[in-house]
């Protein structure tokens, strides 16, 4: 999913959450659409870059079916176990919590947009979020 996606649908799942969340909703926000920081990392590291503009080109290439990843993992922090280990971490540490819940909910939507949820999603909200991005 695009990072202006992300931007939108974390702000508003950072206003639905504001009464609960209050100021921390913010955090949810910045952490729902800061948590692909690591596919600059993966590019920094696969490249010996540390130009954003060339990643964002790089990332524009591999969406547009002009480039490819070469069967590589471009997003070393998106996987289940690591979201895991971070709600395991904020049921100890409660500041944390905000963060776990802008990650979980980033990677539900990038699940979503996916088609990864499809299984558990009624049929018409399926493929839903893709058709629009
Ligand atoms: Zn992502």
Not at 32 to 59: E, G, I, K, P, Q
Not at 73 to 92: C, K, Q, T, Y
Request: proline share 5%; hydrophobic share 45%.
């Amino acid at each position: 999913m695009l990072p202006r996606r992300h931007a939108l649908y974390g702000g508003l799942g950072a206003l639905a959450l504001a009464p609960i969340l209050r100021k921390q909703s913010a955090i949810f926000l910045v952490s729902s659409v800061l948590f692909d920081v690591d596919h600059y990392l993966w590019y920094v590291m696969t490249h010996s870059d540390w130009s954003l503009r060339n990643a964002l080109r790089f990332f524009n290439h591999v969406r547009s079916g002009n480039a490819n990843l070469n069967g590589c993992d471009a997003r070393p922090f998106h996987g289940l176990s690591n979201v895991a280990l971070l709600g395991a971490l904020s049921l100890r540490w409660r500041f944390l919590r905000p963060i776990f819940l802008g990650i979980l909910f980033h990677s539900l939507l990038d699940a979503y947009s996916e088609n990864r949820l499809n299984p558990f999603l009624p049929l018409g909200w399926r493929n839903l979020v893709s058709k629009r991005s």
